[in-house]
Nanobody, 126 residues
Framework: QVQLLESGGGLVQVGGSLRLSCAASGSAGSFYHMGWFRQAPGKEHEFVAAFSRRPDTTYYAESVKGRFTLSSDNAKNTMYLQMNSLKPEDTAIYYC???????????????????RGQGTQVTVSS
């Protein structure tokens, strides 16, 4: 049974930084697509960032491009989201998601992923 566990959320002031982690119980090397999504109160899930191994590409939402950086450590089966220059509108619950499909996956859609974590709260205060 694959499980994803997010950590690293918290309360930060505007302009601050946080690094989220997503630890996978299975081998991250077997995930061909992994991503981060967020959900603010009263809003739908929003794509944040994702990477695919086929092809080897990283994707970012326009709202976070230049501020957030996605990375992974296959040896630790962990994916990271470095978030800098945080804004109040970044406040949300952040979820990681993973998929083992080797074919095409719309990485910007949460429905495309087989697995999802429970989420970690990020609050940016002004």
């Amino acid at each position: 049974q694959v499980q994803l566990l997010e950590s690293g959320g918290g309360l930060v002031q505007v302009g601050g930084s946080l690094r989220l982690s997503c630890a996978a119980s299975g081998s991250a090397g077997s995930f061909y697509h992994m991503g981060w999504f967020r959900q603010a109160p009263g809003k739908e899930h929003e794509f944040v960032a994702a990477f695919s191994r086929r092809p080897d590409t990283t994707y970012y939402a326009e709202s976070v491009k230049g501020r957030f950086t996605l990375s992974s450590d296959n040896a630790k089966n962990t994916m990271y989201l470095q978030m800098n220059s945080l804004k109040p509108e970044d406040t949300a619950i952040y979820y990681c998601a993973a998929d083992q499909n080797q074919g095409f996956v719309n990485v910007r859609s949460l429905r495309a992923y087989d697995y999802r974590g429970q989420g970690t709260q990020v609050t940016v205060s002004s």
